[in-house]
């Protein structure tokens, strides 16, 4: 199974190096092992730290985490944005503990896609360093859609330089007039342990995507309701994708 996942993640790098809009693409379908491997083919490989495991996920595996538990990259330029991202990430937040923000991811002084403890509920947000200054949170506190905990959603935000959008499930969930360049750093990413003396989450991520543009509302809406490998599979046969279609079949199934 190993051996197969591998030789999966190999072809399907390939098949995406050429698009320069994906920066990094992690299935967390390793099931063992302390790395979390970047399918983008941009080497962007993930490290396993504290309390994490590996679980079931949204679709496949998935990476498992305490109060103690995150992933770390280091700082690559490829992390780093001007004035056009998207982030998505399928999650299962149980808590967001010991307070009530946690990076999904962070790059200090550059950005946080952001849980947000509402208590018995939770919403998400965004928080660009743009000039030297934290602009956030986008949108307006009470505008994403409170949500309980325990259960697996679909994330995702876009930033096109104007116009910042957030998503719950596939679904526009708010949205902010923004505008200029996200700061860079050399800072590390994580996701969970994300600043502060220690902001975690307590729960489950899968399917991690970033990309150095703005998708669509429809192309965001095709990943939460399929998955990555549905995305690749259905696309036509003259898009790069194709080659996945061809290569998930050597995949075990779980």
Known sequence: MRIRYVMSVVALALCLQA???????????EGAG????DASGRGHDGVLMDGTGWGAGAYGGAVEFDDTGFIEWE???????????TFMIF??????TPQEWVGMPRKENEYTFAGHSLGATMEMTLWLNIGGGWI??????????AHGYGEWHHYAVTYD?????LYLDGEPAGDMDVAGEVNKTDAAMRVSNSCCGGRFMEGAVDEFVMANH??????IAEYAAVGIEGVLSVAPRDKLPTTWARVKATRDPR
């Open 214 to 219: 703005a998708m669509t509302p429809a192309e």
């Open 34 to 37: 302390d790395v979390a491997v």
């Open 75 to 85: 700082h690559h330029e490829d992390l780093s944005f001007d004035e056009t991202l």
């Open 161 to 165: 330089g104007a116009l910042v959008t």
């Open 91 to 96: 999650a299962r937040i149980d808590a967001i």
């Open 19 to 29: 698009r320069a809009d994906i920066v990094g693409m992690w299935l967390f379908e």
């Open 136 to 145: 956030g949170q986008i949108p307006a506190g009470g505008v994403f859609p």
